[in-house]
């Protein structure tokens, strides 16, 4: 079986190192430059933890750098091994592993963290690797985890970054401001709960655009002007009122 | 058992009208201008299809405008039956009900398509009633629908109303956003699908503000600039990145 080791123990070091393991990959050590978090991540699957990126074992055959972007160049820099090395960012080249002939990239498209669990069977997996020996042994690997695997160039995964930005990061921001027009009135983020669910469950089978809903989409300048009213203290919410609806109106009126 | 008539045969209508019927409640008419539907409604309720409001039934207690905001006023006016009469608004005051002694709202905080079931279950009902005989029969009709019911003021419901707006209408069309970047890469929207299950999920038990993740919260500028030079050629789509992001940093900022 497949031996990997793993640098980082942030969230996606610790998730897709325990589904791989789970696959039966053979996890060969961990190493991390915050050593507590290193340690504990080694023990959990009962593996090797080093203190020097130098001691990895040199019969692993992938090893998968989860650490921040900014600090996948130097990391990359230091191993010395000679087998397949990749990272898990959504959007840096490989130049950053330019140091190492069979290089690529491993990036997991969902939300990882600490303590929630994550059917990796489900996640879309977006390889990319200097060669074929690279790219087949990155996609046997994936293939291990995930039914969800597919080869994309750089700029198509930054899109797929970028796309994943909209809809989870600003999304959740969105959630953010209900919450505080909730709160500033003394209502609970509970009432939402069951629409927040429910709109993510609409889009599973039909494109965004056509389950669109509300005063924008409709055309419905009278629910939308008191909206404006009751924000009417509140720059920041009525500017990303204003802009948002505009880009619905605008989306739709295109459509027609 | 109580005796309800329907007004409408959109989507409330359908949804509210199936799920009272199912609780025990007697459906006892179902008006609607666009008689096509309302007759497709009436039988499915097993009930009365009127062709005038005036034919509605006199022994019914509570007659439900499930309409279009803008229609209400005039189907209120209309109704000469002695019985409660309620709205579905999330947004109007219970004035346009003003010809009813016994008048209120009854609002469902859920997105209600046809061809989708809901839970009513957990769907919140938010009430309003013009004196305390009227709002212990809405409470008792909601209780039999929902476990969610409570009782709030116009400014709250248009609160509610608002939020709502930001959480599901607003988050759609982030969705939309994103399928339309990734399209015009040739890359599926299935890609975020798992992603967007998740982020409406992390929320269910903590608060948004606890589970933002992305560049904007870790303050990473070199992701943002590199995300606004992939829109550089979609000025609408870089301009909802640039404000969602000033938000996202901007509400971060004063919770430290």
Same mark, same amino acid.
Request: aromatic fraction near 4%; proline fraction near 2%.
């Given at each position: 079986?497949?031996?990997?080791? !793993?640098?980082?123990? %942030?969230? =996606? $070091?610790?998730?897709? @190192? #325990?589904?791989?393991?789970? &696959?039966? *990959? ?52 230091? !191993?010395?091994?000679? %087998?397949? =090395? $990749?990272?898990?960012? @959504? #959007?840096?080249?490989?130049? &950053?592993? *330019? ?158």
């Amino acid at each position: 079986m497949i031996k990997i080791a !793993i640098i980082g123990a %942030g969230n =996606v $070091a610790s998730h897709l @190192g #325990i589904a791989l393991q789970h &696959a039966g *990959a053979e996890i060969t050590a961990v190493y991390a430059r915050d050593e507590r978090k290193a340690k504990a991540l080694a023990t959990k699957f009962h593996t090797l933890w080093v203190d020097d990126i130098d001691k990895l074992p040199a019969n692993t055959q992938l090893t998968i750098i989860a650490v921040k972007d900014e600090a996948i160049a130097e990391v990359s820099n230091q !191993i010395n091994i000679s %087998g397949t =090395v $990749a990272h898990t960012s @959504g #959007i840096l080249g490989m130049d &950053a592993l *330019a140091k190492h002939k069979h290089r690529g990239v491993f990036y997991p498209l969902q939300t990882l963290k600490s303590g929630v669990d994550v059917n990796f069977n489900t996640v879309p997996l977006l390889l990319e690797a200097s060669n074929e020996e690279t790219i087949r042994l990155l996609k046997k690997t994936a293939k291990l985890i995930s039914q969800k695997v597919s080869e994309v160039k750089l700029h198509e995964r930054q899109m797929a970054h970028l796309a994943a930005v909209f809809s989870n990061n600003f999304t959740n921001h969105l959630y953010a401001v209900a919450n505080d027009i909730l709160q500033t009135h003394g209502l609970s983020f509970d009432l939402l709960k069951p629409l927040i669910v429910q709109t993510a469950q609409n889009i599973q089978h039909q494109l965004p655009a056509e389950v669109q809903t509300g005063p924008a989409v409709r055309g419905d300048m009278e629910t939308i002007d008191m909206h404006l009213q009751l924000l009417r203290e509140h720059v920041q919410y009525r500017q990303l009122y204003e802009l948002i609806s505009a880009s619905i109106i605008e989306q739709h009126r295109n459509k027609k």
